[in-house]
C-alpha cells in the first residue's frame, strides 16, 4: 500500500478526492459501505485512511488513541503541521475537529513498519461487515437498518510492546480475540479488540469500537438481503478492476 496515493499534501494541508478515498475504501479495505462511493450524497472519506495518513505523516508511539468526531469530504481542508504535541486535534481551516489524537511512549518514523501496520490495521477493518458484525447481531438478535445501514467508526486505540525493538517487523498480523455488542434499544456500540503479531509472536494489542444507528429486530431474510447487496457491490468493483 502506497499511501502517498491516496491523499494530497500541500502547504500543510491535507485534502482528499472523492477518487482517492472511494478507492482506497474499496481497493485497500474492502470497505463498500455506500457512504465512500465516488458519487455518494453524503460522501464520507474511510477513517482507516485518516489513520495510516497521520501514522505516515507523524510516525507512530507506543501508545496511541484516536477519537473521530467529524465525516471528512472531498472539500475538507486539514491542516497538518509539521510538529504535533502528545495531544493533537486534527481540524480543517474553519478550526472543526474530526480526529482528536493521544500519543505516548516511545516512537518510530520507520516507514516500512508503519506501511506494514497500517495496511494489517485497514485488512483487518475490513472484515468487520459481515464477517464479525453480522454473527453479533445474529447473538443479540438486533440488527440494523435495511434500507440505511449506518455503521459508524468512533475510536480506536493502539498499544505496541518496546517499540524500539519491534520497530524493523515486516511480517505483522492482527487477530481478533474478542468481539461485544452493547445494544441499547435503537443504538448499538460494537467493541472489536486485537492482537498484533510478528512471526507468530505478540508486539500489542488494541481495539476498535464502532456505532451502530437505527437497530431494529433481527430479520433473518431482511440482513440476509443486506448481505447479498453488499456481497455484489464488492463483486462488481472486482469484477471492474
Known amino acids: 500500500m502506497n499511501i502517498e496515493n491516496y491523499f494530497n499534501y500541500n502547504d500543510q494541508t491535507i485534502r482528499f478526492t472523492r477518487h482517492q478515498a472511494s478507492t482506497f475504501a474499496k481497493g485497500v479495505a474492502g470497505d463498500f459501505n455506500p457512504i465512500h462511493d465516488e458519487d455518494a450524497r453524503r460522501f464520507c472519506v474511510p477513517g482507516d485512511l485518516l489513520f495510516a495518513v497521520f501514522l505516515a505523516k507523524y510516525g507512530i508511539r507506543q501508545e496511541m488513541k484516536f477519537e473521530f468526531s467529524g465525516m471528512v469530504n472531498d472539500t475538507t481542508l486539514l491542516i497538518a503541521p509539521e510538529q504535533i504535541p502528545d495531544t493533537f486535534s486534527l481540524q480543517d481551516d474553519n478550526e472543526k475537529d474530526y480526529m482528536d489524537v493521544i500519543a505516548s511512549g516511545a516512537s518510530t518514523h520507520n516507514a516500512d513498519f508503519i506501511a506494514a501496520l497500517s495496511e494489517k490495521y485497514v485488512q ?67 467493541r472489536l479488540e486485537f492482537s498484533i503479531t510478528d512471526e507468530a509472536k505478540e508486539i500489542g494489542h488494541g481495539a476498535k469500537n464502532l456505532l451502530l444507528s437505527g437497530l431494529r429486530e433481527y430479520d433473518a431474510e431482511q440482513l440476509s438481503e443486506v448481505i447479498d447487496n453488499y456481497a455484489k457491490r464488492k463483486q462488481s468493483y472486482l469484477s471492474a478492476k
Request: proline share 6%; charged share 25%; hydrophobic share 40%.
Open 124 to 190: 483487518f477493518s475490513s472484515k468487520t461487515f459481515p464477517d464479525i458484525l453480522v454473527p453479533l447481531m445474529e447473538q443479540e438478535k438486533v440488527m440494523i437498518n435495511p434500507a440505511r445501514p449506518l455503521v459508524i467508526y468512533k475510536n480506536m486505540e493502539i498499544y505496541l510492546d518496546n517499540l524500539e525493538a519491534n520497530k524493523e517487523a515486516s511480517q505483522i498480523e492482527l487477530s481478533l480475540t474478542q468481539a461485544i455488542l452493547k445494544n441499547k434499544g435503537k443504538k448499538g456500540e460494537v
